[in-house]
């Protein structure tokens, strides 16, 4: 079955850096484009990023572009989310998710979530 | 950015009634939209992909259709684990979330 592991999270003062890591395993990992949602405590669901199954086409959300970068590694089964310049509203529950669709270049819909992982960005 | 626009924000219903979740988008999204459940404490659950296909093992009392800007969810008879929070979701320019309807129970 689709399992989807996130770690790295993590209190975190403003202005600082955090690395999101996703183990995926259940399915062929390099075959599908992989997502990262946030959560914030209490509040809705925003998209952050999504890559192509090859790496090779990155897509951000404003609110993150050009501080947050997302990454893969086929060979280790793993998505990452590198997070900089980190802000209080960036705080929240961070999700790596799967997308539905195989060999697709944009995102599309997610059908397997992980259990997520906290940022908390204070002083 | 596509705006979704979700209404109304909670809805007050009983087990066995009729449910009719609203999602607007600013623009046009075609057919490019999901619906999502989530509950307390767990991840998203996806329902309803490309505005009317039930993902795989969603129960048929979940349906869901509109293209363009409207869309509908409907429940037809509310059980006990139907009260969530939902949440649409479109894919035809970038991909944004609505804000949330939390079906609550009267």
């Known amino acids: 079955q689709v399992q989807l592991v996130e770690s790295g999270g993590g209190v975190v003062q403003p202005g600082g850096s955090l690395r999101l890591s996703c183990a995926a395993s259940g399915f062929t990992f390099s075959s599908y484009g992989m997502h990262w949602v946030r959560q914030a405590p209490g509040k809705g669901l925003e998209w952050v990023a999504f890559i192509r199954y090859d790496g090779s086409n990155k897509y951000y959300a404003d609110s993150v572009k050009g501080r947050f970068t997302i990454s893969r590694d086929n060979s280790k089964n793993t998505l990452y989310l590198q997070m900089n310049s980190l802000r209080a509203e960036d705080t929240a529950v961070y999700y790596c998710?799967?997308?539905?669709?195989?060999?697709?270049?944009?995102?599309?819909?997610?059908?397997?979530w992980g259990q997520g992982t906290l940022v908390t960005v204070s002083s | 950015e596509i705006v979704l626009t979700q209404s109304p924000a909670t809805l007050s219903l009983s087990p066995g009634e009729r449910a009719t979740l609203s999602c607007r988008a600013s623009?046009?999204?075609?057919?490019?939209l999901a619906w999502y459940q989530q509950k307390p404490g767990q991840a998203p659950r996806l329902l309803i992909y490309d505005a009317s296909n039930r993902a795989t093992g969603i129960p048929a009392r979940f349906s869901g259709s509109g293209s363009g800007t409207d869309f509908t969810l409907t429940i037809s008879s509310l059980e006990p684990e139907d009260f969530a929070v939902y949440y649409c979701q479109q894919r035809s320019k970038g991909i944004t979330f609505g804000q949330g309807t939390r079906l609550e129970i009267k």
């Open positions: 623009q046009s999204v075609s057919s490019y």
């Open positions: 998710a799967k997308d539905t669709r195989n060999y697709y270049g944009s995102g599309s819909y997610v059908d397997y």
